[in-house]
């Protein structure tokens, strides 16, 4: 078995395309390679700014032979079919095939093919060039007079196999046994004979060939310079990568700016530094407040120890810093509020109108819910018309990943309510699965106000995610609902939220007056808003001046996107309870339910379900309630008809059945009681007494008696297990 080892070595290949390059290199050439029949060993891909590496163990001689036959047409087919089986079989004539006989389908035509393997270096040198032909940089360049096309202009091509080099050529560089060093350091081209000496030799001539060899040797020097000067760094893997893919030989060392910019916001001087100059930012160890030194990664091992670096550095990094200062210093002489103002010029979406009209639906939105979460909601809706004002802002606009904190420091500088400070900062959140969620109250309700009306806006305009495509980040943001109803334990009924909101949406879209829509919406009633009463306003002067006469069609339109977006929630919550370890069946089994709307008490039904079916009792009672439903499905639909509805007491002659009976009507009722105060284990133990009474049931009572009201009134009986069972959940779609 030999080793393959190839270099494609290159001018700079930007860091944040390295780790991929390496990766599709890998998987590409084994991937080639397999497909011809050589499997070869473990397989290791390395990048640096200036090369891909690959090395490959236990690489084969050459592929094994491969021996197979192919059946033809019969005997006397049809001169094209044969003609094609010729060409598919790669044989020169008919007589080449032999003659088989078959009892029921007659003779016809065996072609015995016997393929030779092929060499591994015939094999390699097909296989790279082409990979290297059709390689899937996201962008590629051509350069001379070829059409091949790469990341940057390809220099050398390094290939042995076994010490021996392989013969091919990719854009008319021929592979050799030669490569390079570093671009200052590294010397004239040298050879190298497997990977051990193409390592040993690349760290000689100052290259570091593994990406965490480099990113190990960064961090470490850094937090080195950091103690010698009394400070901490302030760690960052995404920048350590870059730098470790900006540098075969890194060469960390400290820069130090002016303390007159430490007066502006630690964050932005913060990603000034990392965006503009890759560099690391340090804070002091006892207070954490941001200090007025940097680290910087060179790949250059300067001969004055890097002191003009440095210098060439602090003199960037002032003018880099002056720019954020001076956005600072802009965008405070402008309040809120006139910012605010300029985002009826800013387009959210063209068929959802500005950031402005967004910021009205999302205070409206969140002084729905404020009570919800606790909040006061004159706080959440003047937070909620303030949270995208930073959009406007200079900083912002250079800067787009500090929105949300920089809306908090303007709120702060103009002394407004720190809890809409906060707000306006936070509900952005979570960001992603490691992002902590909003707490405090206004926050929450504002968070959620932004997030549900992105969802309900997307709805309503039809932009709903497919497959695996979601543009605009709408599964992310109901994630992002559930898991701040959650982990606040927060009690917020969706469905007539998502409705009136949806209806708003529409009007929104259809151009009417948003003023008037709001009124005519929101000062209904609480008991008509809040009841099904509310669908039968078809004569509400008001409602009707505000929605026109086709309202009734609206609010039909505005039902759908709220019984979809509940779907969706259900599908995005079985996601997460899934990754707690919870069973998807019983997300099911509590969703199927009417009225399912509180995601917080969803996720109680369902632990507390699965708590009780891990139990011997919830386990027989489960059984048999399957068993009372089949015997219902079996018989409703051979005799076309429904048995729900209590059945008779003086029809109820046998001891168990009028035991079963009484257990019914107590456990109705027990259960009911307890989910009325959320307490799911108590219900889950009053429906456990139904246990016994099924068991004991089943075992004295033939339900299909001869008796036809007898049997009906069975029937009806096991309808009635169905019905007290479905206060907790459907067990018909319990797994088990």
């Given at each position: 078995m030999a080793q393959l080892l190839l270099e494609l070595f290159s001018e700079e290949i930007p860091a944040r395309l390295q780790q991929r390059a390496a990766d599709d290199l890998k998987r590409l050439v084994v991937e080639g390679l397999g497909a011809h029949g050589l499997t070869c060993g473990a397989a290791q891909a390395f990048a640096t700014p200036r090369r891909l590496s690959l090395v490959i163990e236990d690489v084969p001689e050459a592929s094994p032979a491969i021996s197979e036959e192919r059946k033809g047409p019969r005997v006397g087919a049809p001169d094209k079919a044969i003609q094609g089986f010729l060409k598919a079989a790669g044989l020169d004539s008919i007589e080449a095939a032999e003659i088989v006989s078959d009892e029921k389908k007659g003779d016809y035509y065996l072609a015995k093919i016997d393929k030779p393997g092929r060499s591994a270096v015939d094999l390699i040198s097909e296989v790279v060039p082409a990979v290297a032909g059709r390689f899937p940089w996201p962008k590629s360049m051509r350069w001379g007079s070829g059409d091949f096309q790469w990341i940057r202009p390809l220099q050398s091509v390094l290939c042995l196999l076994d010490g021996k080099v392989v013969g091919f050529e990719i854009a008319g560089i021929a592979a050799g046994d030669t490569t390079r060093g570093h671009r200052f350091h590294g010397g004239n081209a040298f050879a190298v004979s497997d990977f051990a000496d193409y390592g040993k030799k690349l760290k000689q001539k100052k290259v570091l060939l593994p990406t965490s060899e480099r990113a190990a040797m960064i961090a470490?020097?850094?937090?080195?310079?950091?103690?010698?000067?009394?400070?901490?760094?302030?760690?960052?893997?995404?920048?350590?990568?870059?730098?470790?893919?900006?540098?075969?030989?890194?060469?960390?060392?400290?820069?130090?700016?002016?303390?007159?910019?430490?007066?502006?916001?630690?964050?932005?001087?913060?990603?000034?530094?990392?965006?503009?100059?890759?560099?690391?930012?340090?804070?002091?160890?006892?207070?954490?407040?941001?200090?007025?030194?940097?680290?910087?990664?060179?790949?250059?091992?300067?001969?004055?120890?890097?002191?003009?670096?440095?210098?060439?550095?602090?003199?960037?990094?002032?003018?880099?810093?002056?720019?954020?200062?001076?956005?600072?210093?802009?965008?405070?002489?402008?309040?809120?509020?006139?910012?605010?103002?300029?985002?009826?010029?800013?387009?959210?979406?063209?068929?959802?109108?500005?950031?402005?009209?967004?910021?009205?639906?999302?205070?409206?939105?969140?002084?729905?819910?404020?009570?919800?979460?606790?909040?006061?909601?004159?706080?959440?809706?003047?937070?909620?018309?303030?949270?995208?004002?930073?959009?406007?802002?200079?900083?912002?606009?250079?800067?787009?990943?500090?929105?949300?904190?920089?809306?908090?420091?303007?709120?702060?500088?103009?002394?407004?309510?720190?809890?809409?400070?906060?707000?306006?900062?936070?509900?952005?959140?979570?960001?992603?699965?490691?992002?902590?969620?909003?707490?405090?109250?206004?926050?929450?309700?504002?968070?959620?106000?932004?997030?549900?009306?992105?969802?309900?806006?997307?709805?309503?305009?039809?932009?709903?995610?497919?497959?695996?495509?979601?543009?605009?980040?709408?599964?992310?943001?109901?994630?992002?609902?559930?898991?701040?109803?959650?982990?606040?334990?927060?009690?917020?009924?969706?469905?007539?939220?998502?409705?009136?909101?949806?209806?708003?949406?529409?009007?929104?879209?259809?151009?009417?007056?948003?003023?008037?829509?709001?009124?005519?919406?929101?000062?209904?009633?609480?008991?008509?808003?809040?009841?099904?009463?509310?669908?039968?306003?078809?004569?509400?002067?008001?409602?009707?001046?505000?929605?026109?006469?086709?309202?009734?069609?609206?609010?039909?339109?505005?039902?759908?996107?709220?019984?979809?977006?509940?779907?969706?929630?259900?599908?995005?919550?079985?996601?997460?309870?899934?990754?707690?370890?919870?069973?998807?069946?019983?997300?099911?089994?509590?969703?199927?339910?009417?009225?399912?709307?509180?995601?917080?008490?969803?996720?109680?039904?369902?632990?507390?379900?699965?708590?009780?079916?891990?139990?011997?009792?919830?386990?027989?009672?489960?059984?048999?309630?399957?068993?009372?439903?089949?015997?219902?499905a079996i018989e409703e639909k051979k005799d076309k008809a429904s048995y729900s509805g209590e059945p008779k007491g003086r029809l109820l002659v046998e001891p168990a059945e009028r035991e079963l009976a009484a257990a019914i009507a107590k456990v109705k009722f027990d259960t009911q009681a307890a989910i009325n105060v959320e307490n799911f284990e108590g219900a889950m133990r009053a429906l456990a007494e139904l246990r016994a009474p099924v068991d004991h049931f089943f075992d004295k009572v033939i339900v299909n008696a001869e008796d036809a009201a007898l049997r009906e009134n069975r029937l009806k009986l096991l309808s009635e297990i169905r019905a007290a069972t479905l206060t907790v959940a459907d067990f018909s779609r319990i797994a088990g």
């Open positions: 470490e020097d850094a937090r080195a310079l950091a103690t010698d000067a009394g400070l901490e760094l302030v760690e960052d893997d995404a920048l350590l990568n870059e730098n470790a893919g900006l540098c075969e030989w890194p060469v960390v060392l400290m820069g130090t700016f002016d303390e007159e910019f430490l007066e502006v916001p630690a964050e932005c001087l913060m990603t000034s530094m990392k965006t503009h100059q890759k560099c690391f930012s340090l804070r002091d160890v006892e207070t954490s407040k941001l200090a007025n030194r940097f680290v910087l990664v060179s790949n250059l091992i300067a001969k004055d120890g890097g002191s003009a670096i440095i210098a060439g550095n602090e003199k960037v990094m002032r003018a880099r810093l002056s720019d954020a200062k001076f956005f600072w210093e802009q965008d405070k002489k402008h309040p809120l509020e006139d910012m605010r103002l300029e985002l009826k010029a800013i387009t959210f979406h063209e068929k959802l109108g500005t950031q402005w009209d967004r910021t009205e639906r999302i205070a409206e939105f969140a002084d729905q819910i404020a009570g919800a979460a606790d909040a006061e909601p004159e706080l959440a809706r003047r937070a909620a018309q303030l949270c995208k004002a930073d959009l406007v802002s200079g900083m912002v606009g250079e800067f787009p990943e500090l929105q949300g904190l920089m809306g908090r420091y303007y709120a702060e500088a103009e002394h407004i309510d720190s809890k809409i400070a906060s707000a306006i900062e936070e509900h952005y959140k979570p960001k992603g699965a490691g992002d902590s969620v909003p707490s405090a109250p206004v926050s929450v309700a504002v968070a959620l106000a932004d997030k549900l009306d992105t969802l309900v806006g997307f709805w309503a305009i039809d932009e709903k995610p497919t497959g695996s495509g979601d543009p605009y980040q709408l599964r992310r943001a109901a994630l992002g609902v559930i898991r701040i109803v959650l982990e606040n334990d927060l009690r917020l009924g969706l469905f007539k939220r998502l409705r009136d909101h949806a209806m708003l949406m529409g009007e929104q879209i259809a151009g009417s007056e948003s003023d008037a829509v709001l009124k005519a919406l929101y000062d209904l009633p609480p008991e008509l808003r809040e009841t099904e009463l509310f669908e039968m306003q078809v004569e509400n002067q008001l409602f009707k001046s505000a929605f026109g006469s086709g309202w009734t069609e609206k609010f039909a339109r505005s039902v759908q996107i709220a019984d979809d977006l509940l779907d969706f929630f259900a599908d995005r919550l079985k996601v997460y309870l899934r990754d707690q370890g919870q069973r998807y069946d019983l997300i099911d089994a509590v969703f199927a339910l009417p009225g399912q709307d509180d995601l917080a008490l969803i996720v109680k039904r369902v632990e507390a379900l699965s708590t009780f079916l891990e139990t011997d009792d919830g386990a027989n009672l489960l059984a048999g309630v399957k068993r009372a439903n089949n015997i219902l």
